[in-house]
């Protein structure tokens, strides 16, 4: 048997910055070797869970397809379909099994259309789904509540609208993000209402979302956009800018001309961007006339506008930017006299007066 | 000097050692506590995210991804393959041949069937010239792809001449023998994208060691734990540093590196600060203080953000002479960083910037070799002298390689909750006796290597970059 008195003796006498040292070693030493089992623990955990999930997916994957294709062209459930939502109903309490049934069931979401759609969306409904997601909605937590409205999205489950858009203006963008991604997947371009209202800023994330999720649809007629460029909201501004380009918005030019005088120099270049998009020959002489009150950026892009809507009576104003300092805007201007009078380009070397604008010129013309 | 002159002199030393040892300890318990909540913050925000809108976007901003290659020739046509095949719409690629000796454009040109083209530069940073000038290809499968041939003139130099170059709104700058995850860029540009009030100016990822891994086709296929002990210690150091330091410093918006290896840069901002500086070998870190300084002195809000997804894979040196001279030249690039921006440090007028990023770097970053060095010789004298207190020594000693150890596994914890990279049965507890190993495997050579980055940064003006030797990752 060991003799332990001496060793702790030994201790009992230490000073007491050593006794803290050896308890805190040996606390290490423990919290080590506990954390070191643990994480044998766990790994096998996460291997068999891992390996359990893809089992039950090709499981329910298999289960879900024959519902989807049993179905009869009335829409009637038949009994095949009643025991595979009898089956799933079962499994759906379980955390980590309804979220491998709601993985697999928007998959196949995605890959089918119509009737098979409705019968997927029948399908969450029937198997209390939908339940769950709205519980989602109650929770204190945001993340919860955003998974659950995007989880209603993907379903397209645009009977509790009125439960979602009261999370518009939510304090968390990521749950304001989700509401409005419910809003415009479900209720295309009426769902972009909610910009009448908005005092958040819409991040460029969530534009680029809400467009793409527009241009899914075949029906591309939109609403009135003019609002939306006079809102005090400069991110709403932005997005409707964009608006207006993608969807050729030509009726909206005398807004957008009023949007080149916005006190925010990037809502101004955007909508110098639109309206050379949109042909937009009015601005074109408007900021001609005022081009030296525009910024450096403005000016830029003013001449990409020039390049694409330029007519012979541009020239002189174009001849006086050709040995510009910035070299955008000289490029540009070389590019323009270039395409509207080859013969003066030409005889733009002899009036060089250094080596870089000769390069230019030279490289130019090669272009 | 009398004897208790001396005991005086030698308590206060005990004292400055002792305090600067329990305040890195608490710091580095603080910073993997917020590092946690960030992480966590992170998952949640991205666990309903659809990446795939922004990859099919045509209105997802331009990305340009500029690589310098020099002297890459055994890799280069696998390597820039790899980076076309990522799934953002929006983007272009950019390889910089910095004046390589070897036929690195020879092969490039055979590869994607490139041809030279007229093209302007606009020198908004000044680089050396162009050598055999600029080449895209004459197959429309490699469009995104633009080769330009350059002088040498260094990493920097050519990372300049590529933001020159670039048309897009941000720059992704990274190593050419860096393997890109599909979805590295939708996920890196989403911080750029989503804030609103304040402007992020740079965003870097983990980095992640490929040695060992298998590659397919630019692909990461399978995920393994090297045999080499420098390498699984370097794995380890890799996961404690990004997972459980540079969270916390994202978190604080007090990131003053984002690795050289994959960063993307808000172009506008970075040509605003002149680019990457030439006389510097920490160019990589050097860019993100220079960034951040202007921003703070412009008064803007800004972020240098972090995402701490495995994006992006390195080869990591498996021979402890390229790992040295790798660690000697991070050292030198952090003397140069902090001595050439010291207006910024204890300055208040660069917020927490100047208060508390910046000292923190140089005490526990820049300082630390020296005071460990210091420690040691101290040490050894009073080992001469017979004067240790062999009970405190031994105690603390015990205490501190403890704590490195718990420290090591708390960092496989956050990977084994997070990303989960390392599945295969065993590696579990390979990981965990490399905690174990690891003060004695690697932690002497880096600071060896940063003694030598010292004395090198004060004595041996002349050394730059030194080698970096790259055997190229194993492909199947």
């Known amino acids: 048997m060991i003799n332990y008195q001496p060793l702790i003796s030994h201790f009992k006498e230490s000073p007491l910055l050593i006794q803290i040292a050896w308890v805190a070693s040996c606390v290490l030493i423990t919290a080590i070797i506990l954390l070191s089992i643990y994480l044998k623990i766990m790994r096998y955990h996460l291997r068999k869970k891992e390996k359990e999930n893809t089992q039950f997916k090709n499981e329910y994957e298999a289960s879900l397809i024959e519902y989807l294709y049993s179905g009869d062209a009335l829409g009637e459930m038949n009994a095949t379909q009643e025991s595979i939502i009898q089956k799933i109903k079962v499994s759906v309490p379980i955390k980590a099994k309804r979220k491998i049934i709601i993985s697999v069931l928007y998959n196949l979401m995605n890959e089918v259309s119509g009737e098979m759609s409705d019968s997927i969306k029948l399908l969450y409904y029937k198997t209390g789904l939908i339940r769950y997601a709205l519980e989602r909605l109650e929770s204190k937590r945001w993340h919860i509540i955003a998974k659950g409205i995007g989880e209603l999205t993907r379903f397209k489950i645009d009977e509790v609208h009125h439960k979602v858009s009261k999370f518009v203006n939510h304090p968390r963008s990521e749950v304001r993000k989700e509401t409005q991604l419910y809003l415009v997947s479900l209720f295309r371009f009426e769902g972009l209402s909610f910009l009448n209202n908005l005092t958040t800023p819409l991040s460029e994330w969530a534009q680029i979302q809400l467009l793409e999720t527009l241009q899914k649809f075949d029906d591309q007629q939109i609403c009135d956009i003019r609002p939306w460029l006079k809102s005090t909201n400069d991110s709403v501004v932005l997005f409707a800018l964009k608006l207006a380009q993608i969807y050729n918005q030509f009726e909206v030019q005398d807004t957008l001309m009023e949007l080149l005088s916005h006190p925010k120099k990037q809502i101004r270049i955007t909508a110098i961007q639109v309206l050379t998009h949109l042909y937009g020959v009015e601005a074109k002489e408007l900021l001609k006339a005022n081009f030296n009150d525009l910024s450096l950026e403005e000016q830029i892009c003013f001449f990409g506008m020039l390049e694409k809507l330029v007519m012979p009576t541009d020239e002189p104003f174009v001849e006086k930017y050709l040995f510009h300092k910035n070299f955008e805007i000289q490029l540009l201007a070389l590019k323009i006299l270039k395409s509207i009078n080859i013969d003066k380009y030409m005889g733009l070397s002899q009036t060089a007066t250094n080596e870089k604008d000769s390069s230019m010129i030279k490289l130019v013309n090669s272009l | ?476």
């Open chain 2, 1 to 476: 000097m009398d004897t208790s002159t001396v005991k005086i002199i030698l308590q206060i030393l005990h004292f400055l050692f002792f305090g600067y040892a329990f305040l890195a300890i608490v710091s580095y318990i603080i910073l993997s506590i917020i590092s946690g909540k960030e992480t966590l913050e992170y998952l949640k925000k991205n666990s309903f995210v659809h990446y795939k809108d922004i990859l099919s976007s045509a209105m997802s901003p331009s990305i340009t991804i500029i690589a310098p290659a020099y002297n890459e020739s055994l890799n280069v046509v696998e390597n820039v393959r790899s980076l076309l095949s990522n799934h953002y719409v929006n983007y272009n690629v950019i390889i910089v041949n910095d004046g390589s000796k070897d036929d690195s454009l020879e092969r490039l040109i055979e590869a994607y069937d490139l041809e030279k083209i007229d093209y302007i530069v606009n020198d908004k940073i000044k680089t050396k010239p162009l050598r055999a000038g600029v080449f895209k290809s004459k197959n429309p499968a490699f469009e995104k792809l633009m080769v330009v041939d350059k002088e040498n003139g260094g990493k920097a130099d050519a990372l300049n001449m590529g933001l020159n170059i670039s048309k897009s709104k941000y720059v992704a700058c990274i190593d050419v023998d860096c393997l890109l995850l599909e979805d590295a860029l939708q996920k890196m540009i989403k911080p750029f994208l989503d804030e609103t009030d304040t402007r992020v100016i740079a965003a870097g990822g983990v980095i992640r060691i490929a040695n060992s891994c298998i590659i397919r086709g630019g692909k990461l296929i399978d995920v393994n734990l090297p045999k080499n002990l420098l390498v699984q210690s370097q794995i380890l150091e890799y996961l404690r540093a990004f997972l459980l330091g540079r969270m916390a410093w994202s978190r604080l918006n007090g990131l003053l590196v984002i690795s050289g290896a994959f960063g993307i840069f808000d172009k506008e901002i970075a040509i605003a600060v002149g680019g990457y500086d030439t006389n510097t070998v920490g160019e990589d870190m050097e860019i993100i203080v220079r960034m951040r300084r202007y921003m703070e002195e412009k008064n803007e809000k800004y972020r240098v953000s972090y995402i701490p997804d495995p994006l992006c894979w390195t080869e990591a040196p498996d021979s402890y002479k390229i790992f040295i001279s790798q660690r000697n030249r991070w050292t030198r690039g952090t003397i140069e960083t902090l001595k050439k921006h010291r207006k910024i440090g204890f300055n208040p007028k660069y917020g927490s910037f100047g208060m508390l990023s910046y000292p923190y770097w140089l005490i526990f970053e820049r300082m630390a070799p020296i005071i460990e060095v210091i420690g040691l010789i101290y040490f050894a004298i009073l080992v001469i002298l017979q004067e240790v207190k062999w009970e405190y020594a031994l105690s603390f000693l015990v205490l501190s390689y403890m704590f490195s150890v718990l420290f090591s596994i708390i960092a496989i914890y956050s990977e084994e909750l997070t990303f989960h990279q390392y599945k295969k049965k065993g590696t579990g507890f390979k990981l965990v006796l490399l905690s174990a190993l690891e003060p004695f495997l690697l932690h002497p050579f880096v600071l060896y290597a940063a003694i030598r980055g010292n004395f090198d940064y004060f004595f041996n003006k002349k050394k730059k970059w030194g080698n970096m030797v790259r055997k190229g990752l194993a492909t199947t």
